[in-house]
């Protein structure tokens, strides 16, 4: 099993959560391990939907995430990904209060595909949604300062 690079994780997660789809969400990176993912969103009154709960596309936007930073954890230093499946059970209902967590964990991950799982929880712990998540593998595709970042993993 590899470590995660900590000063790689610092410098991703300081593109990564100040992106503007991040920002939009007010979600994070909170903590990446290999074929581990930990996102949050801090939850506002933004993310309601006008029966007054988190709506749904806020709670695919954090399994989608977390999904794929799970898998992204275990790739190739340099490579990218892409969502090409998600699907997502919503098993209850969120309030505007506290947090959404996101957490992701790699299924498998092979040589142009990767299946990822999230389970999302509000900050009181009750599970609101199960998702699994299928990436492409994009060698191409790379980060944001992909050539400014110090290794992925850690010798």
């Known amino acids: 099993m590899k470590k995660i690079n900590p000063a790689w994780l ?5 593109g990564v959560n100040y ?4 920002d939009l969400q007010s979600m994070s990176i909170a903590d990446l391990s290999w074929g581990e993912a930990r996102l949050e969103i801090e939850l506002q009154k933004k993310h309601l939907q ?3 709960v988190v709506h749904g596309g806020v709670i695919s936007s954090i399994a989608d995430a977390a999904g794929f930073w799970g898998v992204y954890s275990q790739a190739e230093d340099g490579v990218g990904m892409t969502t090409v499946e998600l699907k ?5 209902p969120a309030k505007a209060e506290g947090q959404l967590i996101g957490l992701g964990r790699c299924i498998k991950l092979g040589r142009n595909l990767g ?3 999230a389970s ?3 900050s009181d ?3 609101v949604a199960h998702a699994t998540t299928t990436l492409m593998i994009i060698p191409q595709l790379q980060l944001n300062n992909q050539d ?7 010798e």
């Open 19 to 22: 992106c503007p789809y991040f």
């Open 10 to 14: 610092e410098m991703v997660q300081a």
């Open 88 to 92: 997502v059970n919503y098993l209850a």
């Open 120 to 122: 999302i929880h509000t």
């Open 115 to 117: 299946l990822g799982e």
């Open 148 to 154: 400014r970042l110090p290794p992925k993993f850690l």
């Open 50 to 52: 006008p029966f007054g």
């Open 125 to 127: 712990g009750r599970q």
